[in-house]
């Protein structure tokens, strides 16, 4: 007696191919969309883990430009962590008022600051720690800024403690600890 099972309908057949299709054409697109954005995080954002050197007597960080040619850096402000924006034009740490309670830091006097965009109010403020990977600075002379958004831009009074050297699109910053 020969037991055969009965081949499915074409039909059938058909449906459960192209339920394949749609599956297998489905996924390849989320991949390609997930590729995608991690490229494009990683051309905004190439810092997420900068090259460090650490000796005896220095510490050193690269970081690379993004493809709008600035430097980004993920770092800590009184132990909380924050993006930095590296910004040589400006005098001071500019932190945006709206961060500015949960880095625990408070106004300490109002002062006009001169900016890209014209003259603005700010308030002085002192940063008790500010850390940049590897290298830590201490006691620097910041302004909270109530008009400003985006990253902290990270001024010549932090900068100004390090010693800073460009080219072909890597930034490296350096201190010396005594």
Request: net charge neutral; glycine share 10%.
């Given at each position: 007696m020969?037991?055969?099972?009965?081949?499915p309908?074409?039909?059938?057949t058909?449906?459960?191919?192209?339920?394949f299709?749609?599956?297998?054409?489905?996924?390849?697109l989320?991949?390609?969309i997930w590729?995608?954005?991690?490229?494009?995080?990683?051309?905004?954002f190439p810092?997420g883990?900068?090259s460090?050197?650490?000796?005896?007597?220095?510490?050193?960080?690269?970081?690379?430009a993004?493809h709008?040619?600035?430097y980004l850096?993920d770092?800590?402000?009184?132990?909380q962590?924050v993006?930095?924006?590296i910004?040589?034009g400006?005098?001071?740490v500019a932190i945006?008022s709206g961060l500015?309670?949960?880095?625990?830091?408070?106004?300490?006097?109002a002062?006009i600051?001169?900016?890209?965009?014209?003259?603005?109010q700010?308030?002085?403020?002192?940063?008790?720690?500010?850390g940049i990977?590897?290298?830590?600075l201490?006691d620097?002379?910041?302004?909270i800024m109530?008009?400003?958004e985006?990253?902290?831009?990270l001024g010549?009074?932090?900068?100004g403690q390090?010693?800073?050297s460009?080219?072909?699109?890597?930034?490296?910053l350096?201190?010396h600890?005594q």
């Amino acid at each position: 007696m020969n037991h055969r099972q009965p081949s499915p309908p074409a039909a059938t057949t058909r449906r459960i191919g192209t339920a394949f299709w749609v599956l297998f054409w489905g996924l390849a697109l989320l991949v390609a969309i997930w590729q995608f954005g991690s490229w494009e995080t990683r051309r905004a954002f190439p810092n997420g883990s900068p090259s460090t050197q650490q000796g005896e007597d220095f510490v050193q960080i690269e970081l690379q430009a993004n493809h709008k040619g600035h430097y980004l850096v993920d770092g800590t402000i009184n132990g909380q962590p924050v993006r930095l924006l590296i910004d040589t034009g400006a005098t001071q740490v500019a932190i945006p008022s709206g961060l500015a309670p949960q880095l625990g830091l408070a106004g300490q006097g109002a002062v006009i600051a001169h900016t890209a965009n014209g003259r603005a109010q700010a308030q002085r403020t002192r940063i008790q720690t500010l850390g940049i990977g590897p290298i830590m600075l201490y006691d620097v002379d910041a302004m909270i800024m109530p008009t400003m958004e985006g990253p902290i831009l990270l001024g010549m009074s932090a900068l100004g403690q390090l010693e800073l050297s460009q080219r072909d699109n890597i930034l490296r910053l350096s201190v010396h600890p005594q």
